[in-house]
């Protein structure tokens, strides 16, 4: 994405589609960015956002729990091509997020005249637990105006404070026709299962096909770009490093009694990619990427030694038939992963 497409005039098209819902544009223009940036599916941006009156300066929360933190949004929509976002809103903001940090804080809100919208939203998340839980507060500012002097100056001094303006939003967003992130094709060996196929119309009236099974870790630790990380497409949320989600399925994987239940509570690998194609014993992928499950994939993949066969993950293949490649390096074809293959 260009970020001219985010002034005024270029972006109100892209908002178009979600201003059914009847919030003003900068609450819009967040439900967008939780979408398009956050990845977040529609119903969950819906619950992270608040944008009725008496807010207490809050457009939004988002737990994340990979990190343990929780992100307060204050999103703005500007007309003029040419303004900057300064520093007042980010001091306003940083305010707000104040009266968040302790859990007496959070009882005397929802005991007061806040909006019956963001008490809901506090209770629905369990807020309280997570701050007395120690969750870093973050404020996430999102603006289509660009950052100036002032608005780096002070994020240089308030490290919990994040600012995406329309440059940071273009550098995340992926485009349709972005392409996977592995020139290449990859077998999975689905021998001990029969994937669930579906064909699905998107948006555009195009037919998407869509593959679903329980992939083996095994098999997973295979695919290019574990290691460097061009096998994942950009994504603000995902984070390499030893957070807590990837203790957690560290865990997991070194409890080899658990392995067989671990598909049970994994919320799924999504891959997408230019074709996917059932042939016998083998379903391949051709130019791949994935959009979720980063996380768990160099998890498995740092603890090779550690898995066995018992340990699947429920895979989703997506195949994006608007795609014109644009790879991220090349590989050779790979051959079919077969269960003899040794780590």
């Known amino acids: 994405m260009n970020a001219n497409e985010l002034e005024y005039d270029a972006l109100l098209p892209k908002l178009a589609p979600l201003q059914s819902k009847g919030r003003d544009e900068s609450a819009t223009f967040l439900n967008w960015f939780l979408e398009n940036i956050y990845r977040l599916e529609s119903t969950e941006a819906d619950d992270c956002i608040c944008d009725n009156g008496n807010d207490k300066g809050i457009d939004g929360i988002y737990v994340d729990h990979n990190n343990e933190e929780i992100h307060f949004f204050q999103s703005k929509i500007r007309q003029n091509a040419n303004g900057t976002i300064g520093d007042n809103g980010l001091k306003l903001l940083s305010g707000s ?6 859990s007496d804080k959070i009882d005397q809100l929802l005991a007061g005249d806040a909006n019956d919208q963001l008490k809901n939203l506090i209770s629905r998340s369990e807020l309280k637990n997570w701050v007395a839980k120690g969750y870093a507060l973050v404020g996430i500012y999102t603006s289509n105006e660009r950052s100036d002097e002032a608005s780096n100056a002070y994020i240089a001094g308030n490290p919990r404070m994040r600012v995406f303006d329309r440059d940071v939003i273009a550098s995340y967003f992926v485009e349709a026709d972005q392409g996977a992130g592995i020139t290449g094709e990859f077998k999975f060996d689905v021998s001990y299962v029969e994937p669930l196929s579906m064909t699905i119309a998107n948006d555009e009236g195009n037919n998407v096909q869509v593959f679903i099974f329980p992939a083996a870790a095994l098999q997973l630790v295979h695919l290019s770009g574990i290691e460097d990380t061009t096998l994942f497409q950009k994504n603000v949320r995902y984070e390499l490093g030893n957070t807590p989600v990837n203790k957690s399925i560290q865990k997991s994987i070194f409890t080899k009694s658990e392995h067989k239940n ?82």
């Open 97 to 102: 997020i104040d009266q968040f940090n302790s």
């Open 262 to 343: 671990f598909s049970l509570f994994h919320n799924g690998i999504i891959i997408i990619c230019e074709s996917a194609k059932k042939e016998g014993n083998d379903l391949t992928i051709v130019n791949y990427s994935v959009v979720n499950g980063a996380q768990s994939l160099t998890t498995f993949f740092r603890n090779k030694s550690k898995l066995s066969a018992d340990l699947r993950v429920l895979v989703r293949v997506g195949v994006c038939i608007l795609c014109k490649h644009a790879p991220a390096r090349s590989i050779r074809p790979l051959e079919r992963w077969r269960p003899e293959r040794q780590l």
